[in-house]
């Protein structure tokens, strides 16, 4: 089954230096990769989703990027800011389309 | 307009009981899932209902059961409760038109209820 790992549990970064965030995935390559954010006791929040056939994305301070021959995205927030302090999930589909599978997410904290 | 609703927010049980979530999707969203959040942990996929049909189910027990109204709201069930069970249940709704997520498709999260079982 379609395992996901994200670099690292926990991310410390100053304001203002831009955070990395490493998903690698195992077995089928994902149709799509999406990344949502998640706050302490809330639900997960839709960031980006980026296809296949797609390099690069961006929106606003986030880019993301989908490298299928490495199995892996990385997901970059410029200029980082203490609001941006949370979780950040990484998630695909499973093979028969139904569903995301999820990794454990990375916690970056920005210091001011 | 509204996001996805779910109920209770928070709830205590206790090793044995059962429970029941709900969800409410949002307006126009006719396909709900079910994920469980152990701390520390991503969400765990649980149950998919696409109009009102079962469309995928993950990898736990038969304690589990879910179903999905004609108003496309949902409630999940969960019975013999285990300590293991405690967790964050998430539930989620997409603008999906199949049974299978969408590649535009972002799914829009509850804010959860938070279950913990003595």
């Known amino acids: 089954s379609q395992k996901i790992e994200q670099n690292s549990e926990a991310l410390n970064i100053q304001e203002g230096k831009t955070a990395t965030l490493t998903c690698n995935y195992t077995n089928y390559s994902p149709a799509y990769l999406q990344w949502y954010r998640q706050d302490p006791g809330r639900g997960p929040v839709f960031l980006l989703l980026i296809r296949e056939n797609e390099k690069e994305k961006r929106k606003e301070r986030l880019k993301v990027t989908f490298d299928t021959t490495l199995k892996q995205s990385l997901f970059h927030i410029t200029a980082s800011q203490p609001a941006d302090s949370a979780t950040y999930l990484c998630a695909l589909p499973n093979q028969a389309g139904t569903a995301l599978i999820f990794g454990k997410g990375t916690t970056l904290s920005v210091s001011s | 307009d509204a996001g996805v609703t779910q109920s209770p927010t928070h709830l205590i049980k206790t090793r044995g009981q059962h429970v029941t979530l709900r969800c409410s999707p949002i307006?126009?969203?006719?396909?709900v899932s079910w994920y469980q959040q152990v701390l520390g942990q991503g969400p765990q996929f649980i149950f998919q209902y696409y109009e009102k049909e079962e469309r995928g189910r993950g990898n736990f027990p038969d304690r589990f059961s879910a179903r999905q109204f004609p108003n496309y709201s949902s409630e999940l069930n969960v019975n013999a409760l285990l300590l293991g069970d405690s967790a964050l249940y998430l539930c989620a709704s997409s603008l999906q038109t199949s049974g299978r997520i969408a590649n535009t498709g972002e799914l829009f999260f509850g804010e959860g209820s938070r279950l913990t079982v003595l």
């Open positions: 307006s126009g969203h006719k396909s």
